[in-house]
């Protein structure tokens, strides 16, 4: 079974369990639309055409992901007049996956809601390694994806784990520069008494 659905000013052939690109459409990943403006419903040779939209025909979508598609350029020049503009362009768009076909006037079926499994950094235990001087949120993300929690796993560090983190997280010296092992033994003390 497929259909041409309407979103955005342009029309979509789909089918169940097809991915598309659209622009961007409200929601958060895991949600789940409809598409109401179906313009055609087939299934083999069997055709509904609508007219507009074909009556009680919708197509359930699950939302994947909001992204931006890549830049465009936009360069105008007059020659000899001294003139050019440049402009850049991205696009938002939505990444859906077709979950259903429906037809009749039915309704989609609630999505099951996914729970996450507790990240470790959500575990007790953890320190607030943005208490070190230059580690902000972004770098505390990327420390707790390296599998470091604590002050004491810091404060541990020898010249080898230094280079080896420094490298693999891109810290340029950081480490070093900012004195994060000694920084940490004082805070893992500190946490202790």
Do not use: C
Not at 28 to 41: C, F, K, Q, R, S
Not at 77 to 103: A, E, F, M, S
Request: glycine letters at 10%; charged letters at 35%.
């Amino acid at each position: 079974m497929y259909a041409v659905v309407k979103t955005g000013g342009k029309q979509y052939r789909v089918s169940k369990d097809d991915i598309l690109r659209v622009e961007r459409l409200p929601g958060e990943a895991g949600d789940v639309i409809t598409l109401d403006d179906v313009l055609m419903v087939g299934e083999g040779a069997d055709v509904t055409v609508g007219a507009p939209n074909v009556d009680g025909a919708s197509v359930a979508v699950e939302i994947v992901e909001q992204m931006r598609d890549k830049k465009i350029i936009i360069f105008k020049k007059r020659r000899r007049q001294n003139y050019r503009r440049k402009k850049g362009h991205r696009q938002h768009l939505t990444v859906l996956k077709v979950t259903d076909i429906l037809t009749g006037g039915a309704k989609p079926k609630p999505a099951a809601k996914k729970t996450e499994a507790p990240k470790a950094t959500d575990a007790a235990g953890a320190d607030d390694l943005k208490k070190l001087t230059g580690v902000g949120p972004a770098l505390e993300k990327k420390l707790q994806e390296a599998g470091v929690t604590s002050f004491a796993q810091i404060a541990a560090w020898g010249p080898e784990e230094i280079a080896e983190f420094d490298e693999k997280l891109a810290f340029k010296g950081r480490i070093e520069r900012e004195g994060w092992v000694e920084q940490a033994k004082e805070l893992a003390k500190g946490g202790k008494e």
